[in-house]
């Protein structure tokens, strides 16, 4: 079945007839490797008549990402912080929430009568992802007498690309993903006694850590005029690995770490769209 | 998906982790005073108890606290640093230096693991005293006067009088200015007035009086400080209470009904102002519940105070009741306690409670029980010999179920062993009946009397069916014997006649019929008697026929109803007789039998006699051994034999006794260590056990006789006595 569109007045039809191989196949390793199917087709050579919505062949983006994300990190671990020393950090309370946001340069091209393509260059941050848990001494459970607190905040350089899907005329859903360089920071670490008869041990330090991070995401968006465009969607990110430091005294090891840490966001977007090229 | 794992996760965490509670990994607790004042040029000692509450053993240290000095001398006194197994404890003993310290300290000590082979404290495992044991310290200036309390306390009557504390200055050179007590934020403040007047200046070594007038409120005990502008500070506290005479006790968690063999306490809470209750306890329980006073009884509570009393139900059901609850000094509380179970039910005797059985493994008697409880008895009362002598001794039937008002007879069936006292026990049924108490006695089934010719005592011992060993003997002592040698009960068993060799005398002693003890004994009267020796009652009850070695002759005494010898004795008739010994009788009182101790070393006899109205005629000599100096002599009546023993050479001869008279197949067995001097024989009515007395060692032969009669096995038997001549045996054959 040929999908179409309604012609509405002013509206100019186009021509569709090259390649952008190179350029899809990029989008799709990077939604694919995200862990979603594009959808399978290939670009032909064929004529087919849509209707243009200020639909460039190829033009400038710059994206405004910002939204609340929330933070899952739950993990237990026993440090060995020196021969005769042990310590279970035992997570209770994992999920925080958080403000992320993600400024993306980059270009968009028609890659088919039905799919445009968007790559580029998304610089991220998030504010403080909040952890904490239990401190059991000497590993043992019934020595349950401090609460830790920390807290890791994130941010990346990534490689982004998103595919839109132009048939409505009002909205166009996409799939995105980016793969790319984080960098977490843990710090803050600090310990409460339960019990007044605890004395706190010296503290981990802060540490930041450079990661591989990757995100996917789904929305659907819409224009506000030929320049202007908005988004609503959901991204998924792992921030990959982080670790605090040791704690002054330390002789074994580093401070707790994260193999980890996961956001779901609700991202809103601006998109402007400066000039074709 | 992620998020979902994540929450499944947290959750699965949640219920570890909630469980677990906060525990100083270190115990530190005070066994001084932590909080206090010291002068910079005074030295106060603080001890702590310090716990390793973890599962390693750790090498601890105390993280310094300038001007405060550990000291490691002594019991249980930690070292610098100190090693605490899991669970171990010491004492951590400081010495805090005012010129030393700062101003003030208000934290520590703090106890960490050392670092690896070091003294230094490792920052990472660290506990301290909780906050209100912590080191409390305030140092001032050695120049601020001390102030003393004449007391600590002072008890104020409401509405009453007014009462003095007196105040002394402890300074030497300072004058302690403006000194009283700040009730202020206590219930003294607004209702207790103090006059401090006299106590504006109170000059070196003075003392004042605060005096404090009460109001009409009652107020518990309640501490204030007492201090000068320029002073250090004392503590004081006031009560204001009526007199009280007794501590006011109250009971809670009354009622209190138990579970069977449930456990729980009530709360006694002691609300006097002023005294202390001691020995607080339930008083008058029931049986079903016990109690555990130990809480309120091990020390006094004092005004305030409260302890637990605790019970403990057993198994069965008691209704509901009150308890009264007092101490030796309290008010009178009361508590409602029972044990929500069926209750025990009431039995009864019906007729006697006590029995006398007799130890041959078929003696039976019974007791009679009644359910007298209104209500169905299941099946199963019975009696419990656990813990008393009768245990393995008697066996008992046990009674089926019983409706209100049956009765239910114990058949009890002895063993073979005696229990010669009476022996209480109880009958029950388990969890469901009180108890019953009965009296069981198991006699032996035959008894032996012995005499001592060295002590004059004479013995009775028990012949325990088992073993047929001599056991559990009773002495009988100052009887009046002299030397005594032959014995003999008579055939009714009612009477036991022992001969007194030295004086030429015998004694008789009633057999009391239930325990055989020998009573009443008295001299009986024979005369004519010359160095007697042996004695026997002949069947028929009538004659007393007693030997007399020194002008061999046999000596008749009839007998009396009262046992005596009132006509005084005459010669038998006997003759053929050399140093007669022992005598006996055929139980058909046809022929007597007598052995005779040689006059020469060619060995003894046995003389015969007939038995004719009563004399003893045609006697000859039935048997002519040629070595033996025959001593004791017993006839068995059930196997129809003849049983002596000889004096010197311990030789047991056994003959047959002919019908018709004389003696057939005489037959020595050597006793070799068995016995020794012998005495006495006897043997028992079954002819399957014989004795042999020693009379010069403290043990003696027994032997058992086949079916035959012959000798099959002999054997050394202890008694306690020792010594013995003469045996009889008194038998009892159901």
């Avoid at chain 1, 430091?245 to 966001?265: R, V």
């Avoid at chain 2, 932590?34 to 005074?42: G, P, R, Y």
């Avoid at chain 2, 055939?491 to 239930?514: A, F, L, M, Q």
């Avoid at chain 2, 042996?534 to 061999?552: D, E, F, K, L, V």
Wanted: with cysteine; proline share 5%.
């Amino acid at each position: 079945m040929t999908p179409y569109i309604l012609l509405k007045e002013n509206q100019t039809v186009i021509t569709k007839q090259k390649k952008w191989t190179s350029f899809y196949l990029l989008n799709l390793c990077l939604l694919s490797s995200s862990g979603f199917a594009a959808a399978q087709s290939t670009l032909t050579d064929k004529t087919t008549t849509y209707a243009k919505l200020n639909r460039p062949d190829r033009t400038v983006v710059f994206t405004l990402s910002v939204g609340p994300a929330w933070s899952d990190a739950q993990r237990t671990q026993t440090l060995l912080l020196q021969p005769d020393l042990k310590k279970t950090y035992a997570s209770t309370n994992s999920s925080s929430t958080l403000i992320d946001g993600e400024i993306f340069a980059g270009i968009q091209k028609i890659l088919h009568p039905k799919i445009d393509g968007q790559i580029g260059l998304a610089i991220a941050g998030a504010s403080n992802s909040n952890l904490s848990g239990d401190v059991w001494e000497d590993g043992n459970p019934n020595f349950n007498n401090y609460v830790y607190k920390y807290n890791v905040n994130h941010g990346h350089i990534a490689i982004k690309g998103k595919l839109l899907s132009p048939f409505h005329e009002r909205y166009q859903p996409y799939v995105s993903g980016s793969i790319g360089v984080g960098f977490n920071r843990s710090a803050n670490f600090s310990l409460t006694p339960k019990i007044e008869e605890e004395v706190p041990a010296p503290l981990f330090q802060a540490n930041t850590t450079t990661a591989f991070t990757y995100t996917v995401g789904m929305g659907v968006q819409t224009a506000i005029n030929d320049r202007w465009k908005v988004s609503v969607g959901y991204e998924f990110a792992d921030w990959g690995q982080s670790h605090l430091g040791a704690a002054p005294g330390q002789t074994i090891g580093k401070g707790p770490s994260l193999s980890h840490l996961y956001t779901n966001e609700l991202q809103f977007s601006l998109s402007y769209f400066p000039r074709d090229i | 998906m992620n998020a979902i794992r994540i929450l499944l996760v947290g959750l699965s965490f949640f219920p570890l982790v909630s469980l677990k509670a906060a525990e100083p990994k270190f115990s530190i607790t005070p066994l001084t005073r932590s909080t206090f004042l010291v002068a910079n040029d005074e030295t106060i000692p603080v001890q702590y108890r310090i716990v390793n509450n973890t599962n390693v053993t750790r090498t601890l240290t105390m993280n310094p606290i300038p001007g405060i000095t550990q000291i490691t001398i002594g019991t249980n006194i930690c070292a610098n640093p100190f090693v605490l197994s899991p669970g171990q404890s010491c004492i951590l003993s400081l010495s805090v230096f005012g010129g030393a310290i700062a101003s003030s300290i208000n934290q520590g000590p703090q106890i960490c693991k050392t670092l690896t082979n070091t003294n230094t404290p490792d920052p990472f495992l660290c506990s301290q005293p909780s906050r209100l044991n912590s080191l409390s310290i305030q140092r001032v200036d050695a120049t601020k006067p001390f102030l003393f309390a004449n007391t600590f306390l002072l008890t104020l009557t409401p509405d009453g009088l007014s009462k003095n504390l007196t105040i002394t200055n402890g300074s030497p050179t300072v004058t302690a200015l403006n000194v009283k007590a700040d009730l202020s934020g206590t219930a003294l403040g607004l209702n207790v007035t103090q006059d401090a007047s006299g106590c504006e200046k109170i000059p070196p070594g003075q003392s004042c009086n605060l005096i404090f007038t009460p109001n009409s409120k009652t107020i518990s005990l309640t501490e204030f400080p007492i201090a000068g502008t320029n002073t250090r500070t004392v503590g004081a506290a006031i009560v204001v209470a009526e007199p009280e005479n007794s501590a006011l006790i109250r009971v809670t968690g009354t009622p209190l009904i138990l579970q069977p063999n449930q456990t729980a306490s009530v709360t006694i809470q002691n609300n006097s102002l002023l005294l202390s209750a001691t020995n607080i306890q339930a008083h008058d329980l029931p049986l079903g519940i016990t109690q555990d006073a130990s809480n309120c009884t091990d020390n006094p509570i004092p005004p305030g105070g409260s302890c637990e009393l605790q019970f403990t139900a057993t198994s069965y059901g008691v209704p509901a009741f009150i308890s009264l609850i007092y101490g030796s000094d309290t008010s009178l509380t009361q508590a409602t306690l029972g044990v929500d179970a069926p209750p025990l039910l009431n039995i009864a005797f019906v007729g006697d409670s006590s029995l006398t059985l007799q130890a041959d493994g078929t003696s039976t008697g019974s007791m009679t029980i009644q359910n007298t409880s209104g209500e169905l008895l299941e099946a199963g009362v019975t009696a419990h010999f656990e813990g008393t002598a009768l245990s393995g001794n008697v066996s008992a039937s046990t009674c089926g179920a019983m409706n209100n008002g049956d009765t239910c007879t114990i058949i009890f069936t002895a063993g073979r062993t005696s229990v010669q006292t009476d022996t209480q026990f109880p009958i029950y049924k388990e969890n469901a009946t009180i108890g019953l108490i009965g009296t069981i006695r198991i006699n032996p089934s035959a008894v032996a009397y012995l005499s001592n010719a060295r002590s004059n005592d004479v013995y009775q011992c028990a012949i325990e069916g088992g073993t047929n060993n001599l056991n559990q003997c009773q002495t009988f002592s100052d009887l009046g014997l002299n030397a005594p040698r032959g014995v003999a009960v008579n055939p009714d068993k009612t009477r036991t006649y022992i001969v007194n060799n030295g004086n030429n005398s015998v004694t008789h002693c009633e057999i009391e019929s239930n325990t055989h003890y020998l009573v009443n004994c008295q001299n009986a009267n024979a005369n004519g008697l010359n160095s007697p020796v042996g004695i026997a009652i002949n069947p028929t009850g009538t004659n007393a026929y007693i030997t007399n070695t020194s002008n061999n002759t046999v000596s008749r005494c009839p007998i009396l109803p009262d046992g005596g010898f009132a006509n005084g004795c005459v010669d038998s008739g006997a003759t053929a007789l050399g140093r007669p010994q022992d005598i006996a009788f055929k139980a058909d009182n046809s022929f007597a039998y007598i052995a005779n101790y040689p006059t020469n070393s060619s060995g003894g006899h046995i003389t015969q006699c007939a038995v004719d109205n009563n004399s003893l005629t045609s006697c000859s000599i039935a048997y002519q051994g040629s070595s033996g100096q025959w001593s004791g002599l017993a006839i068995s009546p059930g196997n129809n034999k003849l049983y002596t023993s000889d004096f010197n050479y311990s030789e047991f001869l056994t003959c047959v006794l002919v019908d018709g008279g004389g003696l057939s197949n005489c037959i020595g067995k050597g006793l070799y260590s068995t016995t020794y001097r012998s005495g006495g024989v006897a043997v028992n009515s079954f002819g399957t056990v014989s004795y042999v007395m020693n009379s010069e060692a403290s043990y003696s032969a027994q032997i058992l006789l086949n079916g035959s009669g012959e000798v099959q096995s002999f054997s050394k038997i202890y008694t306690t006595p020792a010594y013995l001549w003469g045996i009889a045996l008194l038998e009892f054959l159901g």
